[in-house]
């Protein structure tokens, strides 16, 4: 009996609820970015989710050993179909690397670092690449902790929205 990759889950601290609404959002993109790809779960519920999105997943891959090879092998027929690209580093890197997608990115899921200076990063790169009604959400809000307060240093929390547990949505001017 062969095991194909492409039918076994992959390890995420993600809930399904959460990867559902990330499958969501990139049905109404054409462009997307990840920042904190891990080992590919959030990468693979937007791919999936839309059999026409191009997504940049960034992360620096240092969280465990052998982290980037894992991920390539449970990415790789997107890879291999040009709709996922890696971009190994951090979203300082990605903005850069991404100067050519200023103002035309749909949206861009943030669950990376989590401390509150990494959210910030995270934040002034992500804002500059998202076009007008651009979506910008993220993982991990619990209220009061580092991600809330990295998001709200540079966010209003008025135009803040979370459409389920521990995700919170900003859409762009």
Known sequence: ?????????????TTPEELEHCAEVA???TFMVESGCFLGASAKAILEGNPQVHLW????????AFNKEVACI???DYITQGRCEIIE????????MLLHMR??????WIDDGHAEIDLQRDIRNAIPLLKPGGILF????????????G?????????????????WQYQKP
Do not use: Q, Y
């Not at 580093?89 to 850069?96: F, L, P, V």
């Not at 993220?138 to 307060?149: C, E, S």
């Not at 998001?151 to 521990?166: A, E, G, H, I, Q």
């Open 1 to 13: 009996m062969k095991c194909d990759i492409n039918d076994l889950p992959i390890p995420t601290w």
């Open 27 to 29: 049905k109404n993109s």
């Open 103 to 108: 103002g035309e990115i749909d949206a861009v």
């Open 151 to 167: 998001v709200l240093s540079m966010l209003p929390m008025n135009k803040l929205t979370f459409p389920v547990p521990r995700v």
């Open 89 to 96: 580093g951090d979203m300082d890197r990605a903005g850069n």
């Open 74 to 76: 449970f990415l790789h």
């Open 57 to 64: 997943t960034v992360d620096h891959f240092k969280a465990f």
């Open 138 to 149: 993220g993982h991990d809000w619990d209220g009061d902790n580092d991600v809330a307060r």
